[in-house]
């Protein structure tokens, strides 16, 4: 027996291996994505309850920039975040405060009480 030459596999079998493997890459592929927009959407979710970029970066084990850049894409800034469930006339106070310099939770309680 000559154990020099190597084993070759018939080619249809490497072949099969090879889709399969394709297959098995598209399949991780998705999962990786939708992984990413779940993950996305609760880095959102973790600001808007409160919490800062510094501790959701640490929550979700992600650079302080990864968290950043995912708040700046959502449209998020402590702005928005403190008008969270005003109403039209309620932000519209808010913001005017804001404007002129009162501080953001403040200007909340002054929105939020204005229009009760």
């Known amino acids: 027996m000559d154990t020099s030459q190597p084993i070759v596999r ?9 889709a399969a493997a ?3 890459l598209a399949d991780l592929e998705v999962e990786r994505r939708r992984t990413r927009l ?3 959407a609760r880095i959102v979710l973790d600001f808007d309850a409160g919490l800062s ?3 959701i970066a640490k929550k979700w ?3 302080y920039g990864y968290v950043a850049a995912v708040l700046h894409k959502a449209g998020r ?6 008008a ?3 109403d039209l ?3 519209a106070d808010y913001n005017r405060l804001v404007r002129a310099g009162v501080r953001k939770r403040l200007a909340r309680v002054i929105a939020l009480r204005g229009q009760s």
């Not at 018939?10 to 090879?18: C, H, K, V």
């Not at 800034?77 to 403190?82: K, L, N, W």
Request: a positive charge; hydrophobic letters at 35%.
């Open 89 to 91: 006339a309620q932000r």
């Open 22 to 24: 394709a297959r098995h």
């Open 61 to 63: 084990d992600v650079p």
């Open 10 to 18: 018939p080619l249809g079998d490497i072949q099969a291996d090879i």
């Open 77 to 82: 800034t402590e702005r928005t975040r403190c």
């Open 84 to 86: 969270i469930g005003l």
């Open 53 to 55: 970029r510094a501790a």
């Open 38 to 40: 779940v993950r996305r």
